[in-house]
């Protein structure tokens, strides 16, 4: 059975950091590419960062660029999110999401809210 548990959200001041951790399991992890997406109220899901599986090549939207970093332990089958000078802006449920070329799974995510 496939499971991405997220864990590390939680309320934060602006400029401040939290690291995102998913867990994986139930599937080959190092096969899969690994994403983080979010949801802020009222708005679609959108693509936060991403890391392939071979190479280990990484894409971040622009929103995010020089603040938040991707990174992923495949000893540990975990993917991690390193979020730096957060703004009330990033506030938002944050999701895990494994990916090969015709699966996806999704984690239940995590909330993350910037405020002072």
């Known amino acids: 059975q496939v499971h991405l548990v997220e864990s590390g959200g939680g309320l934060v001041q602006p400029g401040g950091s939290l690291r995102l951790s998913c867990a994986a399991s139930g599937f080959t992890f190092a096969t899969y590419s690994m994403s983080w997406y979010r949801q802020a109220p009222g708005k679609e899901r959108e693509l936060v960062a991403s890391?392939?599986?071979?190479?280990?090549?990484?894409n971040t939207a622009d929103s995010v660029k020089g603040r938040f970093t991707i990174s992923r332990d495949n000893a540990k089958n975990t993917v991690y999110l390193q979020m730096n000078s957060l703004k009330p802006e990033d506030t938002a449920v944050y999701y895990c999401?494994?990916?090969?070329?015709?699966?996806?799974?999704w984690g239940q995510g995590t909330q993350v809210t910037v405020s002072s």
């Open positions: 999401n494994a990916r090969n070329w015709n699966t996806a799974y």
């Open positions: 890391m392939r599986s071979i190479g280990g090549s990484t």
